[in-house]
C-alpha cells in the first residue's frame, strides 16, 4: 500500500466509506421506525380489549374494560402508587445486590478454576428451583417485612449477571492477553483495561434480563406473605374478584419492568458508545 493510501482518511481509502454523523431530524425518525410497530401493536392489544369488554364477549368480572382499569387506577393513585413504591423499592435493591455479587462471583470464578468447578454446579441448582416453592421458607426465616421480598429478587437476578459476566471475561481475545502480559501489564491493569470493558456488553445483556426478573421476584415474594406492594394489591383484588384492581396492578408492574429496562438501556448507550451495537456513526465497506 503506498504512503498516501495510509495517512489518507477511511473516507478517502479505496473500498470505505465513513458514514456521516446522524442529525437530530434523522435520529428522530429513526427513533419512529424503531417504535411505530411495537406501538401499532400495543395498541392493537388494546383495541381488541376493548372490543372483547364491549360486545360482552367475556363477563365484565372476567376480563374488566380498559375504561374501568383507568378508572382504577386514576380513582386510586395515591393506593397505588404507595404499593408502586414498596415493589418498586425492593427491585431496586434486589437488583442491585444481585450485580454486585453477581459480577465479584463472576470474577472469582473466572481466575480461579476451582472454584468455577466448585460454584457453578451450585448457581445451577438454586436456578433451577423454582423461587414460589421455597420463598415461604424465607418468609419464615426472615419474617414478613421486605428481607424475604429483596431476598428472591436477589436470586432471581442472580444468574443471568453471574453468566453473562462470566461469558464476557472469557470472550477476551487471547492475543489481548498475550500483549499485556508481553507489555509487563499487571493482573489489576490487565483487568481494568482489557477484560473489564470487554465484558461490558455482555454483562449488560445480562442486566436487561436480571432487571425484569427482579421485578417478578419482587412480587413472588408479595404473593407469599406481604401486607403492602404490587403482588398485594394483585393478590387482595384476586381474592375480592375485583378485576379492574387486578389488571391495574398488572400494567403498574409491567410498566415498573418496562421502565428499569429503559433505564439499562440508557446506561448500556451512555457507557458503551464504543460497542458495534451502539454505534451511530461508521465505516462501510464497499469491495
Not at 425492593?90 to 437488583?95: A, I, M, N, Q, Y
Not at 483495561?193 to 425484569?212: D, E
Amino acid at each position: 500500500m503506498s504512503q498516501s493510501a495510509i495517512k489518507a482518511p477511511p473516507a478517502q481509502v479505496a473500498g470505505v466509506d465513513r458514514r456521516n454523523s446522524p442529525s437530530a431530524g434523522e435520529r428522530t425518525s429513526r427513533l419512529l421506525e424503531q417504535s411505530w410497530r411495537p406501538a401499532a401493536l400495543l395498541l392493537a392489544c388494546f383495541a381488541v380489549w376493548w372490543v372483547i369488554a364491549a360486545a360482552e364477549l367475556v363477563e365484565p368480572y372476567l376480563v374488566p374494560s380498559p375504561g374501568a382499569t383507568l378508572d382504577v387506577l386514576t380513582g386510586k393513585a395515591d393506593y397505588i402508587w404507595q404499593h408502586t413504591w414498596v415493589t418498586t423499592y425492593e427491585t431496586l435493591l434486589g437488583f442491585l445486590i444481585a450485580v454486585v455479587v453477581g459480577v465479584f462471583a463472576a470474577v472469582v470464578m473466572v481466575y480461579s478454576a476451582t472454584v468455577e468447578k466448585t460454584l457453578y454446579p451450585i448457581l445451577l441448582f438454586a436456578q433451577v428451583v423454582p423461587k414460589i416453592a421455597i420463598a415461604p421458607l424465607f418468609v419464615v426465616w426472615l419474617g414478613f417485612g421486605i428481607a424475604p421480598k429483596i431476598l428472591i429478587a436477589v436470586l432471581i437476578a442472580f444468574f443471568p449477571v453471574v453468566i453473562s459476566m462470566v461469558t464476557g471475561l472469557k470472550a477476551v481475545d487471547p492475543e489481548m492477553l498475550q500483549l499485556s502480559s508481553t507489555m509487563g501489564a499487571s493482573p489489576w491493569q490487565t483487568f481494568v483495561k482489557i477484560r473489564m470493558p470487554a465484558s461490558l456488553p455482555h454483562l449488560f445483556s445480562g442486566l436487561k434480563v436480571a432487571v425484569t426478573l427482579a421485578v417478578t421476584g419482587a412480587v413472588v415474594g408479595e404473593f407469599v406473605g406481604a401486607n403492602e406492594g404490587l403482588g398485594y394489591v394483585i393478590l387482595q383484588a384476586n381474592g375480592n374478584l375485583d378485576t379492574p384492581m387486578l389488571f391495574a396492578g398488572l400494567l403498574v408492574m409491567s410498566l415498573i419492568g418496562v421502565a428499569l429496562f429503559v433505564l439499562v438501556e440508557i446506561a448500556e448507550k451512555l457507557l458503551l458508545p464504543w460497542h458495534a451495537s451502539r454505534r451511530e456513526t461508521g465505516v462501510t465497506t464497499t469491495y
